[in-house]
């Protein structure tokens, strides 16, 4: 089955910095890769998501940026705020009837005041 | 519109008991999945129902049911439950289409 490994485990930055969280995914198949954003006592947030026939995909301060040679997907965010202070968690899919989701492990980002 | 809502949000049952969870999903979706969400495990896939059917389901033992109704709600079953079982069990909804899951706030069990 599919594996996503997902670096750093824990990320700190100062406000207005960027952050780069990555990850790495096994299944040729996987097509979709969504990024989710997690804070404390709450579910799962989806905050962007690339389809594979995209390799870039951006929204204000969000980006994804996927490369399917190499089979890596990351998330990047710009001027970052203390309100982006979560877990965030990287995912696959084949969306091909097997539609479940396979997360990374999650980075923890905090953003320094 | 609304979000995905979970009941209950806390449970705290004892070993070998069963515990049933619920999830309403975002109206007009038809697909519900289950994750469970454990520090050492993280988010695993459990089962995913559309239309009334089980059409996907991960590597969990037979404990671990769940069914769907035809308004789309679910309900996740836990039989015989085990210490190992307390986690955070977390609902998904979706058109259907394999994209674009909303999760819920999940129901946090303990079993004690």
């Known amino acids: 089955g599919e594996n996503v490994e997902q670096h750093p485990s824990t990320l700190s930055v100062q406000e207005g910095d960027s952050a780069v969280i990555k990850c790495t995914y096994s299944?040729?198949?996987?097509?979709?890769f969504p990024w989710y954003k997690q804070e404390l006592g709450k579910g799962p947030q989806l905050i962007i998501d690339?389809?594979?026939?995209?390799g870039e995909k951006k929204d204000q301060r969000i980006a994804v940026t996927l490369n399917k040679t190499a089979k890596h997907f990351s998330l990047h965010i710009t001027e970052t705020q203390p309100e982006d202070s979560a877990v965030y968690f990287c995912?696959?899919?084949?969306?091909?009837?097997?539609?479940?989701?396979?997360f990374g492990t999650g980075t923890r980002l905090t953003v320094i005041p | 519109k609304a979000g995905v809502t979970q009941t209950p949000r806390y449970l705290i049952k004892t070993r070998g008991q069963q515990v049933t969870l619920s999830c309403s999903p975002i109206?007009?979706?038809?697909?519900v999945s289950w994750y469970q969400q454990t520090p050492g495990q993280g988010l695993q896939f459990l089962f995913e129902?559309?239309?009334?059917?089980?059409?996907n389901k991960g590597n969990f033992p037979g404990r671990f049911s769940g069914r769907q109704f035809s308004n789309s709600r679910s309900e996740m079953n836990v039989s015989t439950l085990e210490l190992g079982d307390s986690a955070l069990y977390l609902c998904a909804s979706s058109q259907g289409d394999g994209d674009g899951y909303t999760f819920g706030s999940g129901t946090r069990l303990t079993v004690v």
């Open positions: 109206s007009g979706h038809r697909s």
């Open positions: 995912a696959a899919s084949r969306r091909d009837g097997a539609n479940n989701l396979f």
């Open positions: 299944d040729s198949a996987s097509n979709y």
């Open positions: 690339i389809r594979s026939n995209v």
């Open positions: 129902y559309f239309s009334e059917t089980q059409r």
